[in-house]
C-alpha cells in the first residue's frame, strides 16, 4: 500500500469487549481489559504506518446508563492505563489529546489525563486522540453555543466557523471510520466530522481486531474511489 493512500485522520469505534467476554463465559470487565491491550498493538501500527490522527471513542456519554459496577471498572482502567502507557506513546513519537466533557470524571481521573498529555506534549508524530465522556451532538452544540456567545447578533454561522470551535479542531479531516464488532452505524461518534469519512465495518469483536485486520481496513480505504459528492453520485433533485 502506498504511503499516499494512508488516511491521514482515522477514527475507532472500539465495540464488542463486553460480548467478547461473554463468549468466554466471564465478566464483561475481562473484555475490557482485553480491549485495552489490543487498543496499544494498534497504536503502534497506526504509527509505523504513517497515520497523522488516530481517534479512539473510549467513553461515550451514553456509557454512564452501564452498570455502576462496570462503570467503575472503566474509570479505574482508564486511570491505570493512562500511567502505564505514557511509555509506549512516547517511544512512537505520539502525543495524546482527549475530547469530551472530561470534568464529568471523578478528580483522580482528570489529573491522570492531564499528567499524561503533558508527558507526551512534545512529540511531534501520532495524535492520538482519545474521545472520552463524548457525543457527537453534545460537540456540535457546544460549538454552536460558543459562537452564539462569540458572534455579533447579525452574524452568520459558516462551516469553517463551526470545524474551528468542534472538539476536533486542528486535527485533518477524518477520513476513514472505523467499526468493529458487527454493528453498522456510528452511534453518536463524530458526526460532523464523519460528513465525507469512508466507513469500514469489521464483524471482529474489539479484542481480536489485530494489526493484521486493521490493514485489510486501510486496504479497502486505499482502494475507493473518494468523491466527496462532486463527481459521479447519484443526487436526488
Known amino acids: 500500500m502506498s504511503d499516499i493512500n ?6 475507532i469505534i472500539m465495540d464488542g469487549n463486553g460480548r467478547w467476554a461473554q463468549a468466554k463465559n466471564k465478566k464483561r470487565t475481562f473484555g475490557h481489559k482485553a480491549g485495552v491491550e489490543k487498543t496499544r498493538e494498534i497504536i503502534e501500527a497506526c504509527a509505523e504506518k504513517g497515520v497523522e490522527s488516530l481517534t479512539l471513542f473510549a467513553f461515550s456519554s451514553e456509557n454512564w446508563a452501564r452498570p455502576e459496577e462496570e462503570v467503575s471498572y472503566l474509570m479505574e482502567l482508564f486511570v491505570l492505563a493512562l500511567k502505564r502507557e505514557v511509555k509506549m506513546l512516547n517511544r512512537n513519537n505520539a502525543q495524546l489529546r482527549f475530547i469530551g466533557n472530561i470534568s464529568g470524571f471523578s478528580q483522580k481521573l482528570q489529573s491522570s489525563i492531564e499528567q499524561a498529555i503533558e508527558q ?9 486522540n482519545i474521545a472520552a465522556n463524548y457525543g457527537g451532538r453534545w460537540d456540535i452544540l457546544n460549538a454552536v453555543n460558543r459562537l452564539n456567545r462569540a458572534a455579533d447578533s447579525d452574524q452568520s454561522i459558516t462551516e469553517d466557523m463551526l470545524a474551528s470551535e468542534l472538539s476536533t479542531s486542528g486535527l485533518p479531516d477524518l477520513d476513514l471510520m472505523i467499526r468493529t464488532g458487527g454493528e453498522k452505524r456510528i452511534s453518536n461518534f463524530l458526526i460532523w466530522q464523519a460528513a465525507y469519512a469512508e466507513l469500514y465495518f469489521s464483524d471482529k469483536l474489539w479484542p481480536d481486531f489485530d494489526a493484521l485486520e486493521l490493514n485489510v481496513a486501510l486496504e479497502e480505504y486505499a482502494s475507493r ?13
Open 6 to 11: 494512508v488516511p491521514k485522520h482515522v477514527a
Open 120 to 128: 507526551t506534549s512534545k512529540n511531534d508524530g501520532l495524535c492520538l
Open 225 to 237: 474511489q473518494r468523491r466527496f459528492g462532486k463527481t459521479g453520485e447519484q443526487v436526488c433533485e
